[in-house]
């Protein structure tokens, strides 16, 4: 059977807590003006006499290699460098069954060595680096009820293709009374949500005055004042619906909205595009504008989704 390994190094001043599985073992590399205290806790079956032997603290003050565990039962051991020890510890991990990467990543070891990470419940902000950690997490705040992503090694991509990231099923700001353009629905984006090739799907239902006068509906990237992806101009209407795709273009600072047009279709308007830095949070919004001050615009749902290849 394969091992797994990890190494990184312990500043003077730190400490880390090692969850040893069984069938997992740490070396540490002390050089010799360290200064180190090493508690080692093998578990044990309460009154069976199964498992390791009782805790025990060691020090290290002298240039040495030494190797804690594999513990039947598995065990922790705590390794705290002291804030005066001369320099940093160098660690290595070795796992057979369970394993831990330096980031604190845990997944199986199979048994040719590769690594199957455990399903771990993330934010978007702690989520791995995709080569730290392949097989499936849940991400708790993208989407609704969160969104299912896997790793393959290099990069993240959402379980099923997509996810709804916002819902809006009761009406909204109602715009009337102004000329100007008006803010009817906003949504932060996170930084990175994208990738380089992700898309967000934007639909949006609304109510307006049917008259001549002219209505216009406005997605943009980067709050009220940023750039324009859609913007579609209807009279003689009472409804509509109106769909905007934003898709990244190999590029996570490069955009291409939607034509002008409700819904994607064959028009003789440009394609809008746009060149926001989405590896950073950004402002989804949403508005109108009236010509006529007597009439209205009502935002009566959205909704948000999430396409990442």
Request: neutral net charge.
């Amino acid at each position: 059977m394969a091992l797994s390994t990890s190494t990184s190094t312990l500043a003077a001043g730190a400490s880390r807590t090692f969850n040893l599985s069984p069938g997992s073992a740490l070396t540490l590399v002390a050089p010799p003006n360290v200064r180190a205290t090493v508690t080692e806790t093998p578990n044990t079956v309460s009154a069976s006499g199964v498992g390791g032997n009782a805790s025990r603290v060691h020090n290290l003050q002298l240039g040495q290699t030494v190797t804690y565990g594999p513990y039947p039962m598995g065990g922790t051991v705590v390794v705290a460098n002291a804030s005066d020890s001369g320099t940093a510890i160098t660690w290595v991990r070795s796992d057979a069954l369970v394993a831990e990467s330096a980031s604190g990543v845990v997944s199986l070891v199979s048994g040719d060595g590769n690594l199957y990470a455990l399903a771990q419940t993330f934010t978007w902000a702690t989520l791995p680096a995709a080569a730290d950690y392949i097989g499936p997490a849940h991400v708790s705040d993208v989407g609704v009820h969160g969104s299912l992503w896997r790793s393959d090694g290099s990069t993240w991509g959402i379980v099923g293709g997509s996810a709804v990231l916002a819902v809006n099923n009761v009406a909204g700001t109602t715009l009337t009374g102004t000329a100007s353009e008006t803010e009817l629905y906003s949504l932060t984006i996170k930084g990175g949500l994208l990738g380089l090739n992700g898309a967000l799907e934007v639909i949006g239902k609304y109510t307006m005055t049917n008259s001549g006068n002219i209505k216009t509906f406005r997605t943009r990237m980067g709050g009220l004042a940023g750039t324009v992806v859609n913007d579609p101009q209807f009279t003689t209407s009472a409804t509509i619906h109106m769909t905007t795709r934003i898709e990244n273009r190999n590029s996570q600072s490069s955009q291409i909205g939607s034509n002008g047009t409700a819904n994607i279709t064959s028009s003789t308007n440009s394609w809008r595009t746009a060149s926001v830095n989405t590896s950073s949070d950004w402002s989804l919004s949403l508005s109108g504008q009236l010509a006529s001050t007597g009439e209205s615009i009502t935002l009566e749902q959205v909704r948000v989704v999430l396409v990442r290849p």
